[in-house]
């Protein structure tokens, strides 16, 4: 269970493990921290809360990996993008559920979590992008 309140990149992982994306929102000028952070970037307030964002968003860009790094070999070729959150903030992450030649600027998209974690680093449950 997190502890509610650390605003941690740790806390934020523990509540993708119970499938929530989570953000630190300021109290005093509201904005949203995705992954969230102990100070808010726009006031420097220290004065934050946990909220559930909605899954959906709009792929605002993306790139294919063909070359990948050793420990995502197996997936190449993947995509990964940044999505404008329908709450308001951008998330980058992996596109899964759709081959990348079928992958466009603008689709709806909803954010999914991988709860099945190999042994090796990262042992995070991780989120990700699927088709909406």
Known sequence: MPESHLFTIENFYHF???RKLMAAQCDNCGTLLVPPRPVCTNCL???????????????????????????????????VGIVKLEDGPNLPGMIKGIEPENIKVGMDVLVDFDTNIPAEWPMWPRYFFRPS
Not at 45 to 66: D, F, R
Not at 71 to 78: C, D, E, G, K, M
């Open 16 to 18: 993708a493990k119970e």
């Open 45 to 79: 307030s220290k004065n934050l809360e946990w909220i559930k964002l909605k899954p959906k968003g709009k792929l605002l860009t993306y790139t294919v990996i063909h070359v990948a790094s050793p420990r995502f070999q197996s997936l190449a070729p993947y995509a």
